[in-house]
């Protein structure tokens, strides 16, 4: 049988051929030829290399404008967030008001209040159909008169057909301040036709440099409410947090922004005029100090016990909140406002009573302003200030540098001009000789008992022209005086 049959079976493999079969070699592992780079491929490498070529989110695939364009933007983010937390902070930021210690300064009242003033007699800087007169002639003419309860201001009634302006008073006080507590005891503001009063505080020599408050102001029949305003050179705004009743008009202080309107607040209707004189009149008092400027105003029935009480310290913190309110927040309240002093006057006609807007639009006045104050002197029997008293507190470490005196100058008047806003926008001040000094507070018992008896004459001819103005007042629109502070 042949064994080679049976190949399959190792066992039936001679063994001189197992034994003869050459051992196989070592194993290696050995790398596959890389193949050369064809053209395709070079393109797509060149491609993936190229700028903009990954995905949008990459920052490695932008081109250096791309990367120049999303650092600028980064930028004005940051700059964004960090104004934006920076101006959300202020408008939620608002000065500490906490009270004050005040004692008596000063006191105008009773028949020497007119001693404490000086008498302008320049001619009006707002172009006013009006002739201020010095004290002795507002003396004589009875523009002027105090008693031991009450100090009149008034515009004169009795002559008609003027030419060079009515005549009229304004004041200016002696002494001047930088910071204080103003209460105003107030029975009788102006009002009627070309009819422009104001009670206001400013420094005549340095306007605006230092500043200008006003805390009563209207004009013409005044049935739409007292306004207060600032007015202060660049870098004064009121776009911050305010606690306030009254209603804010403007925010930015700057004297000739917005037509010389300053930033303003306007009252109701019962803060001036002829609704405020029928309550018995009441007290207006303007804090000025560091943290701000705040005006409230009190009814006559509502006064506060701290005011009423003359042995008192007033603490405007417990009065609650003002009509008024410049905070500190945006305005730098000491170096806006400095050597005070208090005005009053009744300008006739004028930049703002006079204006159209106002005469003819507002109020409904007749004819033109001029003429009307020129032929209608009976028509002013309303156009009258009336005050119990003005009062200053001061704390006790500013009382020794924040009110001074003016000196009389001489014989001679010495003028020096500056604009301003509320009785004038540009304000030219004469400093009246010692003779002025002298004859503003002319009341002998004679004298006195005369001018007082004047007074009452002149009084009740205001009553009897206050039911005229009152169904004049019902014709009026509601409204308030947002911009009348352009002068």
Known sequence: MDRRLHAGDRTFVPDYELHNVPPAPPYTETASPTPAPTAVTAEKAKAAKAPGAGPWYDPRSWSVLTKSIVAGGVVVVIVALVVGIYEGTKSASYPDYSSLSYSLKDTYSGSSFFDEFEYYT????????????????????????????????????STSNQTSGRKSVRITSKNTYNTGLFIFDITHTPYGCATWPALWLTDPDNWPEHGEIDVLESNNKGTHGNAMTLHTTSGCKMDVKRKETGTASYTNCLDTANDNAGCGVTGGKTTYGEQFNSNGGGVYAMELRDAGIRVWMFSRDDIPDDISNSSSSPDPSSWGEALADFPSTNCDISSHFKNQSIIVNIDVCGELAGASKYYTDLYDCPSTCTEWAAENGANFTNAYWEFKSFKVYQTSSSSSSNSTSTASTGSSPASSTAASMNGASTVTTTVEAAASSSSAGQTSSSGSQNQQGQGEQSDQGGQEGQSESESESQTQQPGGQSQQRGQ
């Open 122 to 157: 320049a001619t009006d800087p707002t172009d006013g159909f009006v002739d201020y007169v010095d004290s002795s002639t507002a003396s004589e003419m009875n523009l002027t008169y105090a008693s031991s309860s009450r100090a009149v201001l008034r515009v004169d009634t």
